[in-house]
């Protein structure tokens, strides 16, 4: 039971180019999260998914695309990366009416 | 939407004194609210969490009180221990989508031996 596994740990990236991030949970959870932090700004909310085929936006959506085709899978694409998507990017899963969120452990991704 | 707001941003304390991290939160129907706390590099885990039929819960050295009518919170660790030494984060969940967290800005804790 790996939990929340995330790939890439790291990623450098030019800025323009597209990337995707792969989260995935062995849990059997519905909900899945996308985070990201910046220093001083806590945790905000760029995706989520409450099933299977449905994503819904977060805080701070723009620049981000989401897929949930596999319960299990949750990606997260930039598809024209730039330097203020620089940050580390959590995935988080959550199984139905039990709390608390599980964490990943972090894709740490910078754009020059 | 829910609103968390965290103070302080930073807290040193020394070895075996207490600390307390406040958090307040916007929407008054929030009824779930967890505290992570995140090593340098590692990921954020669950340390204590509260729900709003709850006035205060505890676990060993860590508690967390809730006062609804003021909508704050507060993690407080006792007898500090270098390990102790993270940022903690404070969430609520709102009531309207209780599967959603929004976090507060985080305190980084520095416990000097």
């Known amino acids: 039971n790996a939990g929340v596994t995330q790939t890439p740990k790291f990623r450098v990236l030019k800025t323009g180019q597209s990337m995707t991030l792969l989260c995935a949970q062995d849990?059997?959870?519905?909900?899945m999260y996308w985070y990201r932090q910046d220093p001083g700004m806590g945790l905000r909310l760029i995706h989520y998914?409450?099933?299977?085929?449905?994503?819904a936006k977060g805080e701070v959506p723009d620049g981000y695309n989401v897929s949930r085709l596999k319960k299990q899978n949750f990606l997260l694409g930039l598809e024209s990366a730039a330097p203020s998507q620089t940050s580390v990017y959590f995935c988080a899963s959550l199984g139905r009416g039990n709390q608390p969120q599980h964490f990943g452990d972090g894709t740490r991704l910078s754009i020059l | 939407g829910e609103n968390v707001e965290q103070h302080p941003s930073t807290l040193s304390v020394q070895e075996g004194d207490s600390a307390v991290i406040k958090c307040t939160y916007s929407?008054?129907?929030?009824?779930?609210f967890p505290w992570y706390k995140q090593e340098l590099g590692k990921r954020p885990q669950l340390i204590i969490d509260?729900?709003?039929?709850?006035g205060e819960k505890k676990d060993q050295r860590i508690a967390v009180t809730l006062n609804k009518t003021a909508k704050h919170f507060s993690l407080h660790i006792t007898e500090t221990q270098p390990e102790d030494s993270a940022v903690y984060f404070c969430a609520a969940s709102p009531a309207d989508s209780s599967y959603k967290l929004i976090f507060g800005s985080g305190t980084r804790l520095l416990v000097r031996p």
């Open positions: 998914s409450v099933g299977e085929g449905t994503t």
């Open positions: 929407d008054s129907a929030s009824n779930y």
């Open positions: 849990m059997n959870h519905e909900y």
């Open positions: 509260i729900r709003s039929n709850v």
